[in-house]
């Protein structure tokens, strides 16, 4: 039985004290700018998978995962001493494929801007198909002949169908109330 909001706390607790325990206590000169992106942790609480990132080019890249894996005896038994679990997990640096990912959006949202410019610069001489306003409005002549789904001039004089005409004393059904009803 695995408890994900347990392993899910611990993978955060394992996050936070890597990346204190790199910033206070590891002096290699190999380790560049890292970042801890993420920890994952196995359901059964024996394994963890750090993932981070480092600023700078391959070679950077390279021997900060030299320093993280020298440092990994460290990094572990600060990870217990803090954690307080019975079983300490075993550590595994993982680089994040986080830049390489960002990269790739930032060229497909940059292929998307030359195309939208593409496609404005094709369409600033072009005219609409149907005319500058697409919609159909009534001919001049149909208003005056009243045409256009309006009441005939006629019809305002009838009275509506099913309505009664009331008198000045009474109401539609013909009875006569007085002000005290």
């Known amino acids: 039985m695995t408890d994900t909001a347990r392993a899910r706390k611990l993978a955060d607790r394992i996050r936070v004290v890597v990346a204190e325990t790199l910033q206070r206590r590891i002096k290699d000169p190999r380790l560049g700018y890292v ?11 024996r394994e963890a998978t750090v993932f981070y990132t480092v600023y700078g080019d391959e070679q950077e890249r390279e021997a900060s995962a030299a320093a993280l894996e020298s440092a990994k005896g460290v990094l572990r038994s600060e990870v217990g001493r803090q954690t307080g679990v019975r079983y300490t997990p075993t550590l595994a640096f993982i680089p994040d494929a986080l830049p390489e990912n960002a990269k790739t959006i930032d060229d497909l949202l940059a292929r998307a801007k030359a195309s939208d410019e593409q496609v404005r610069e094709a369409s600033s001489g072009a005219e609409y198909a149907a005319g500058a306003d697409p919609y159909r ?17 006629d019809a305002a004089d009838r009275p509506a169908a099913g309505s009664a005409e009331v008198s000045a004393g009474g109401s539609a059904d013909g009875s006569a109330r007085g002000k005290d009803d």
């Open 35 to 45: 970042t801890i992106t993420d920890a994952r942790v196995t359901g059964d609480l």
């Open 137 to 153: 409005k009534p001919a001049e002549d149909d208003e005056e002949d009243g045409a256009d789904g309006d009441v005939p001039a």
